[in-house]
């Protein structure tokens, strides 16, 4: 039988140390992953790298701030932000929202 450890935060039980250190950040809100180039922090290393593509002088740039993404997807997900159309309107707080992953955090950090 594994022994799981459990978050002081939610109960949640994890498998790993390192599986709750990650999972805890989500509570913390500690961003410990910081970009040498921009200095923007993330709370993952793999959010960390994701944002490392913008930086990079190959993949696919984007017209509006020249910034490079990884695929054609990531590209569209970013151009979002260039747009003036809304995405998703918050019906708490009646506050606009460009894209689903924005209006998750608002949720969060908001109500």
């Known amino acids: 039988m594994v022994n799981k450890i459990k978050c002081r935060y939610c109960n949640k039980l994890m498998l790993s140390v390192a599986q ?3 999972h ?3 509570h913390t809100g ?3 992953h910081r ?3 921009c200095g923007k922090t993330f709370k993952s290393y793999c959010n960390y790298r994701k944002h490392t593509w913008t930086h990079r002088q190959s993949g696919i ?3 509006e701030c020249h910034r490079y993404f990884k695929s054609e997807k990531t590209l569209r997900s970013h151009s979002i932000l260039h747009s003036t159309q809304v995405a998703i309107y918050c019906s708490l707080c009646h506050r606009s929202l460009k894209n ?3 209006f ?3 949720l969060k950090k908001l109500h």
């Open 35 to 37: 970009c040498k180039i």
């Open 24 to 26: 805890v950040q989500q």
């Open 104 to 106: 998750k955090i608002h």
């Open 100 to 102: 689903l992953s924005g």
């Open 30 to 32: 500690i961003k410990s």
């Open 61 to 63: 740039q984007c017209p």
């Open 20 to 22: 709750l250190k990650r």
